[in-house]
């Protein structure tokens, strides 16, 4: 049998009729009934309870970022916590290059232009690596020691799989610690945290 194949939606009139409950089942491995609206949810409430802050609106960057929470959230319900990690990972470097962004376009400062960023750094700030710049955001005093761990720990996860430095065997654990810390950098990072369901 191919191993990626929807058999209920299979043209070919051998599978039954499609439904949510059993395309939640392709995506995920678990049967869509009761029992696995309920193992989904608690996966779900795994990861929601680690978020409690919120995002600026009207931002090109944040909706992206909004986008890839969900994408890498809905991965680990889905039991696919590769994508979970894949996903925090490409939000740590969005939000490096938006924290420059920034930065470089405060009044009153003298912004680093293509050629100076060529200087000081031997290429753009954008053809960096993550980890370089993590290391120049904290150099710059953009980031602080503390949130600079957060950027770390995020980059670590996603270059250990991205380069099958690790095997799946904690994968599960390894996608919840890199959620709790990409929610700790942005919380970290925009400084706008839920308390007592106030801003």
């Not at 978020?51 to 696919?80: G, H, M, Q, W």
């Not at 996860?157 to 904690?170: S, V």
Request: proline share 3%.
């Amino acid at each position: 049998m191919n191993p990626v194949m929807w058999i209920e939606s299979d043209s070919d009139g051998r599978g039954t009729k499609a439904s949510f409950e059993n395309l939640f089942t392709f995506f995920s491995g678990v049967v869509g009934d009761e029992n696995g609206l309920k193992y989904a949810r608690s996966r779900y409430e795994k990861l929601r309870e680690k978020s409690n802050y919120i995002l600026p609106a009207n931002s090109s960057e944040f909706d992206i970022i909004v986008t890839l929470l969900k994408t890498a959230i809905s991965n680990y319900i889905i039991r696919k916590p590769v994508g979970t990690i894949a996903s925090c990972g490409m939000i740590g470097e969005i939000m490096t290059k938006f924290l420059f962004k920034v930065w470089n376009e405060i009044p009153q400062k003298q912004p680093l232009t293509e050629n100076n960023q060529k200087r000081l750094f031997s290429d753009t700030f954008e053809k960096q690596f993550q980890q370089r710049r993590i290391n120049i955001l904290y150099e710059l005093g953009i980031i602080d020691s503390s949130t600079k761990s957060f950027f770390d720990k995020v980059n670590e996860f996603r270059n250990d799989y991205l380069h099958i430095k690790k095997d799946l065997m904690n994968v599960d654990n390894d996608a919840e610690e890199i959620w709790e810390n990409t929610n700790k950098m942005l919380e970290h990072t925009l400084q706008m945290k839920i308390e007592n369901k106030k801003i």
